[in-house]
């Protein structure tokens, strides 16, 4: 074996006052109990010391980090843990030995492999370490889900920055009265750059320069959930949706901001895709200067698509286009627009502001307002194709519509004065009730009796049911409700 002299002066006068001692080396080898393994497996790493004989003790370490010391016993010393990150970790031990021995190192062949799991589960409201929803979105395999098992109500609040997300998941919520994320208003909630899915959350106080809770740029299907006062400096304080695809369903968007751009809580630019279904949004804004869409900005001049489907807008407001801006295709059916605001003296579009192309069925805009042109309803280009079909836009100010020389098509729509053309019928009051819970999964305004929109609309185009999920009857009312 190797020998190494140590020398010990402990005299002056003679050679003879000189003592030698003998020490002699360690070898420190390493094994696991099995690699791979799924995270969140106790493994056991195993130190064999040789000679075997040699008292001392072993410190374990994963990527650096101690996992702790263990004292050697008949040449050998263990240490388990469960807490490795995915991915191949680099596992060492250093031996220090007890007397006329050299310490020594080893380290584990091709490392520990950690794999990802199918499902993670959400144990704790903490936003980092074993159990947070950031590590179960780290640890989850591609096309996984992540769950929730926690004392509800129960909140998240990120302290390390948004969550990113690049790979396809699920995050299974237990609903949205139960789970909030919060990104502390210092935050993006997540940052989607995968096909996401998530259900049965709440997302607030997010803040971003653009999609203050989520920002996608590959496909987000996003369904029973809630987005609270989320703020963005750029387009969507909520939802950016920046050239990609995105489905919200049964969802709800409340006072959400963007303080210096468009789209108050969802923007949809680039070559986007946007469906909206059973959806509300109720005190949405984006009111800095020349910005619109309170609610939901949609544009790319081409290319670009809105669809909304059953869905309720109050309360929100912009400087032009209170609830919808859009700037390409709009498909609209089946859905409420009340008492929202465009503020723009010298615009308008208190409800929508409308440009290229927009087919609106079975839909009421009441009681939305603008200083300038069209509380109702807004076109602000001459070309295009604006087809309206038992459509009401009624008891807005000032005026229902303002054309800019563009036309509506359709028929058998109502409203209450001349602005709209000739399209509409001119009712002067259109008898309607106040926006409420009238059945159904979002609020409605009501017809009331004696109301010029009654069995007034046209049977073959409007659709089967009502917002409310109503079969209507072959003579059909015009409006949402």
């Not at 996608?216 to 369904?223: G, H, I, K, Y």
């Not at 949809?268 to 900005?297: C, E, Q």
């Not at 009681?367 to 001459?382: D, E, F």
Request: aromatic letters at 6%; one cysteine or more.
């Amino acid at each position: 074996s190797d020998i190494d002299l140590t020398v010990t002066r402990t005299g002056v006068t003679a050679f003879s006052d000189w003592a030698v001692f003998e020490t002699q080396a360690t070898t420190t080898t390493l094994a696991t109990s099995g690699s791979p393994v799924e995270v969140d497996t106790l493994v056991t790493f195993t130190a064999t010391v040789e000679p075997s004989s040699v008292p001392g003790s072993v410190e374990f370490f994963a990527d650096g980090a101690s996992l702790g010391s263990v004292a050697v016993a008949a040449g050998e010393a263990q240490t388990s843990t469960a807490g490795l990150a995915v991915g191949t970790r680099v596992i060492t031990a250093t031996f220090t030995p007890t007397g006329l021995f050299l310490p020594s190192n080893g380290t584990l062949a091709g490392g520990q492999e950690i794999t990802c799991a199918a499902t993670r589960t959400v144990t704790n409201d903490g936003d980092s370490g074993a159990g947070s929803l950031r590590q179960a979105i780290a640890d989850v395999c591609a096309g996984g889900t992540v769950d929730f098992s926690l004392s509800y109500p129960a909140t998240i609040t990120l302290t390390g920055g948004e969550i990113t997300i690049d790979k396809n998941l699920t995050i299974d919520g237990p609903g949205a009265t139960n789970v909030t994320v919060s990104g502390n208003g210092g935050s993006r909630i997540f940052n989607a750059s995968g096909e996401v899915t998530i259900d049965g959350l709440t997302l607030r106080d997010g803040y971003a320069s653009d999609g203050g809770a989520i920002y996608v740029t590959n496909w987000l299907t996003l369904t029973d959930s809630a987005l609270i006062s989320n703020t963005s400096t750029g387009p969507g304080g909520a939802i950016h949706v920046d050239s990609a695809i995105a489905t919200v369903g049964n969802s709800s968007f409340a006072d959400n901001h963007s303080t210096d751009s468009d789209g108050g809580a969802v923007a949809n630019t680039g070559v986007s895709y946007l469906t909206v279904s059973g959806s509300t949004f109720t005190g949405n804004t984006a009111l800095a200067s020349g910005m619109d869409g309170g609610a939901i900005y949609s544009a790319n001049d081409g290319g670009n698509v809105l669809i909304v489907v059953g869905s309720t807008f109050s309360g929100n407001r912009a400087f032009e286009g209170g609830a919808i801006r859009s700037r390409d295709y709009l498909y609209l059916s089946n859905s409420t627009f009340y008492n929202n605001e465009a503020t723009n003296a010298a615009g308008g579009g208190g409800a929508l502001r409308l440009m290229d192309t927009a087919y609106i069925t079975n839909t009421t805009i009441y009681s939305n307002s603008a200083p300038g042109n069209g509380g109702g309803v807004r076109i602000s280009s001459s070309t295009g194709t604006y087809s309206f079909a038992n459509v009401i836009v009624a008891g807005n100010s000032s005026a229902d519509c303002s054309t800019a020389g563009g036309a509506f098509d359709g028929a058998t729509n109502l409203a209450t004065d001349a602005t709209c053309g000739a399209n509409f019928a001119q009712a002067g009051d259109a008898l309607l009730g106040t926006l409420g819970d009238y059945g159904g999964g979002t609020q409605t305004v009501p017809l009331l009796p004696g109301s010029p929109a009654i069995d007034a609309g046209d049977g073959a185009t409007c659709l089967p049911t009502d917002q409310r999920s109503i079969s209507r009857v072959s003579t059909c009312d015009i409006g949402a409700f």
